[in-house]
Each structure stands twice: as structure tokens, then as C-alpha cells.
């Protein structure tokens, strides 16, 4: 009989028994008394269609037992449950959050390679549903990654604006340039300012020039005036898309939710951001 060597098993079938026979002694005790019996004592004056009731004082052990139920119910109901009872859901949130400090902790250094494949993941899952498995955005239904964060993509921004990311100064109004100077400005930006690189270096001067019409609002350095607006010395790298993961997008094409709900980590977030930026042709 295997289930008798379990201690917990043999503890509840010794207690059943216990109850069993005490349960069994105290009946046939009562039993007995209600046969033999004879009621003695004082009646209390009410009487009910000829049914009396005896003044027995209540007996002093059950009445102290009825104050401390009371006392301990309500201790179990203010403090006892709420500050000691296991929940399911306690217990999950904590091996949630152990396992994230392991994550963070085996994760906080790798190396490029690691964090691609890792970015390509995270993307799969997170992203591919809205931004295609490509990246190429489902014809039309997301950002386009293999054009986002380009030198061209950057023009194309500052012809037509740019809202929905939630910043103080709100949106980026359209057509602060004609085309051929948001050109200049572009090249000027992706050479010297986010040093990408550009391909039409002979504007690079001309675009220069022009560049007080963005840092009035982007700020002299470009990272945006302290949170007022966007970071752009980050455009067309990882820490852009980390910082479109924190804000959301409520754009011209649609919206994208934001990712600050603790879904992804900081180095989950910086790994797609630079698979992301991979994606660009
Ligand atoms: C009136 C203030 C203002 C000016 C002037 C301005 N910007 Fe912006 N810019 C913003 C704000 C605000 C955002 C964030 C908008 C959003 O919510 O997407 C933004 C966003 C951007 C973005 C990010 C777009 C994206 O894909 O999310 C880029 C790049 C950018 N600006 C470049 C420029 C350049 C280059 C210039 C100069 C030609 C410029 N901005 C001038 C306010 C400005
Ligand atoms: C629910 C659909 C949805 C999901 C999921 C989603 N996106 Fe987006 N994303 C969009 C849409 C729609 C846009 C275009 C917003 C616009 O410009 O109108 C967008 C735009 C972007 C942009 C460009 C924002 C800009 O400022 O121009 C980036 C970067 C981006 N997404 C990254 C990601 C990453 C990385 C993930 C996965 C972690 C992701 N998105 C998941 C819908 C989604």
C-alpha cells in the first residue's frame, strides 16, 4: 500500500479515525444522558404555546471559543489572508520577474551577432504581424523597413511631417522645405549629424545652411531638446526604433501600440531595433 508510506495521507486517515470515534463517544454519551435525563433548574418566564426554557447560564468554555472565532475571523479577514495567503497569480509574477533578472543578467553583454538573431526573434513574433515577415510593412499596413530610416525616407518626412509619437511639441508640420532643399538638409543630417553616411555628398554644404530650421525644434545637438522631441542624431539606428517601441506611433498610416509595458527588455528592445536597421536595403 503505497499512499501509506506518504506522512501527509497518514496524518489525514489518523485524524479521520480520531474524528470517527470521538464523534462516536460523544453521540452515545448524549445519547444516553437524553434517555436517562431528568430536566432540573429554573424556567424563564416566557413560555411558547406551552414550550419553556430553562435559565442555564451559556456554558463559559463555548462562549470564550465564540469570542475568539470572532477575534480571529476578523484578524484572518483584515490581515491574515491578504497579507500571507498564497495567490497563483503572486506566484507567477514572481518566477516571471526571477527569470527576467536571469535573462537580463545572461544577456547583458552579447555580442553583435547574438543580439541579430535575437532582434530577428523578438521581430518574428512582436512585429512580423503588422510589419510582414520581411519587414516590408504588407503593403502598406505598417512602416516599410526595408525604406525607414534612410536618407530618403528622411526627405520624405520632412515634406510631409511626422506625428503620433506623443512628444510635448506634438507634430512635425509638412512642408517646412521645397523638395530640393529637404534633399540638402537630409544629406547634411545623414553625413554629420546621425553619420550614416550620404549619397549626395555635394549638398551636404547647402543642407548645412538650412539645418537652423530643425534645430529649432530638435535642438543644436539634434537629440531633441530634452525630450521635447525626438532624439534624430539616433535617426536610421537601433536606439530610434527603441525609442518608437517606447512612445507608439498614431500615424499617417496607422497606429502602432507601444512596447513600454514591459514585454520586452532593453537589450530585447536595442536587438530589434538593430535587426530593424538591418532590414534596410
Ligand atoms: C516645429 C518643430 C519641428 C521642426 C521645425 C522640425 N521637427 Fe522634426 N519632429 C518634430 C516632432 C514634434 C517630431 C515627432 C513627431 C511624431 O510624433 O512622430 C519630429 C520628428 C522628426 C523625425 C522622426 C520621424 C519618424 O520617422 O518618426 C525626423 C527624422 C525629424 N523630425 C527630422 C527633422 C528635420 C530634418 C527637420 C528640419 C528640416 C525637422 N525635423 C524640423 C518637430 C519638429
Ligand atoms: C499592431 C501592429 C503593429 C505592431 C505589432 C508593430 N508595429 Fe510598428 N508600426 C505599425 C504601424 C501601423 C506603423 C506606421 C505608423 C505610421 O507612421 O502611421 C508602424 C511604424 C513603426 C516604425 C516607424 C515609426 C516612425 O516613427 O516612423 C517603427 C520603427 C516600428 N513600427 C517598429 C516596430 C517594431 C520594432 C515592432 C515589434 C517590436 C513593431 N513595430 C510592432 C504597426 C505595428
Not at 136 to 163: C, H, M, Q, R, Y
Amino acid at each position: 500500500m503505497n499512499w501509506l508510506n506518504d506522512n501527509v495521507n497518514l496524518l489525514a486517515l489518523i485524524g479521520a479515525a480520531a474524528i470517527i470515534i470521538i464523534s462516536v463517544v460523544v453521540v452515545g454519551k448524549y445519547i444516553k444522558q437524553i434517555k436517562t435525563d431528568k430536566s432540573t433548574g429554573e424556567l424563564a418566564d416566557e413560555n411558547w404555546d406551552g414550550i419553556g426554557e430553562y435559565k442555564n447560564p451559556l456554558p463559559i468554555g463555548w462562549a470564550i471559543s465564540f469570542l475568539l472565532s470572532i477575534a480571529w475571523a476578523l484578524w484572518y479577514f483584515l490581515a491574515g489572508y491578504p497579507l500571507n495567503g498564497y495567490s497563483q497569480i503572486g506566484e507567477y509574477n514572481e518566477e516571471v520577474a526571477a527569470y527576467n533578472t536571469k535573462f537580463e543578467s545572461k544577456w547583458a553583454n552579447p555580442d553583435e551577432e547574438t543580439l541579430l538573431g535575437m532582434g530577428e526573434g523578438v521581430f518574428l513574433v512582436q512585429c512580423a504581424p503588422c510589419h510582414g515577415i520581411t519587414g516590408d510593412g504588407i503593403n502598406g499596413k505598417a512602416a516599410d523597413f526595408t525604406a525607414w530610416g534612410t536618407e530618403s525616407a528622411l526627405v520624405e518626412t520632412i515634406l510631409k511631417g511626422s506625428k503620433g509619437m506623443n512628444y510635448p511639441l506634438g507634430e512635425m508640420p509638412a512642408g517646412l522645405l521645397d523638395k530640393d532643399s529637404a534633399k540638402a538638409v537630409a544629406a547634411y543630417m545623414v553625413e554629420k549629424v546621425t553619420k550614416t553616411g550620404t549619397a549626395n555628398p555635394d549638398l551636404v554644404s547647402m543642407g548645412e545652411a538650412l539645418w537652423a530650421t530643425c534645430t529649432a525644434c530638435h535642438g543644436a545637438d539634434a537629440k531633441g531638446m530634452g525630450g521635447s522631441a525626438p532624439d534624430i542624431s539616433a535617426y536610421g539606428k537601433p536606439g530610434f526604433v527603441v525609442d518608437v517601441l517606447n512612445h507608439g506611433k498614431k500615424g499617417f498610416i496607422g497606429n502602432m501600440p507601444s512596447f513600454n509595458d514591459g514585454r520586452l527588455t532593453d537589450i530585447q528592445k536595442l536587438a530589434v531595433g538593430k535587426y530593424v536597421n538591418s532590414l534596410t536595403q
